[in-house]
């Protein structure tokens, strides 16, 4: 791969990833409610799904999708009720003080084995799994930066290894900035209020995707 390829690749995923989407709402909440080790467990799963969806794209997924109805209304369908669940979810969890959650999770890791955590990699891996846009960005962009004379797979690694890690990096960026902002949040209303934002956006993030439009199978 040309290393000026390689350069605006960056710059593009760059934009990407620090358009705040549905990982990095899901990092924000997990950091907030769980505290400052265990939002990375979201985030190493929603960077998982993302290796996975590049190789299902690269196998031919994308293609499917832009030309199958049904399989991009099931994917959609799927990934806007799993966004809404974890907004409802988010809207109705308690005021908790953020210095007990994280001392709660950190027995809870110690005891067990860390469950929470585990849950917390699920979660983030279904959001990136079940999201459409994620598969189609793949397909759409990858080949506009591979080069024909040189080997695919090399290339379709460097390309999701730099969109993965500028994903982590957005999602570090967001949380450091929402725990600089924790101290405003000790009130339990200002709590309940965080929680039903959060939970609000991801509902509309789910709303949204179920307004997203298969033009090409239309």
């Given at each position: 791969m040309h290393l000026s390829n390689w350069l605006v690749f960056c710059g593009v995923a760059f934009l990407v990833c620090f358009s705040p989407g549905p990982g990095v709402l899901l990092a924000i909440s997990n950091a907030m409610a769980h505290g400052k080790r265990d939002w990375v467990a979201s985030s190493l799963?929603?960077?998982?799904?993302?290796?996975?969806?590049?190789?299902?794209?690269?196998?031919?997924?994308?293609?499917?999708?832009?030309?199958?109805?049904?399989?991009?209304?099931?994917?959609?369908?799927?990934?806007?009720?799993?966004?809404?669940?974890?907004?409802?979810?988010?809207?109705?969890?308690?005021?908790?003080s953020f210095a007990a959650a994280e001392s709660a999770a950190g027995s809870v890791n110690k005891a067990t084995g860390a469950p929470a955590s585990r849950k917390l990699y699920g979660q983030g891996m279904g959001v990136a799994l079940t999201?459409?846009?994620?598969?189609?960005?793949?397909?759409a962009l990858f080949p506009q930066f591979i080069t024909a004379d040189a080997p695919v797979f090399e290339q379709v690694a460097v390309l999701t290894c730099t969109f993965v890690a500028m994903s982590l990096l957005s999602h570090l960026f967001y949380v450091l900035v929402a725990r600089m902002f924790k101290g405003q949040l000790t009130n339990p209303l200002k709590q309940r209020l965080f929680n039903r934002v959060s939970g609000g956006l991801f509902v509309v993030l789910?709303?949204?995707?179920?307004?997203l439009k298969n033009k090409v199978a239309a």
């Open positions: 799963g929603n960077a998982t799904g993302l290796f996975i969806i590049s190789g299902v794209a690269m196998a031919g997924m994308g293609a499917i999708l832009a030309v199958s109805a049904l399989a991009f209304t099931i994917l959609k369908v799927a990934g806007a009720l799993y966004l809404i669940y974890l907004g409802i979810r988010q809207w109705r969890s308690q005021a908790v999201n459409p846009k994620a598969i189609l960005f793949f397909s789910g709303l949204s995707l179920l307004r």
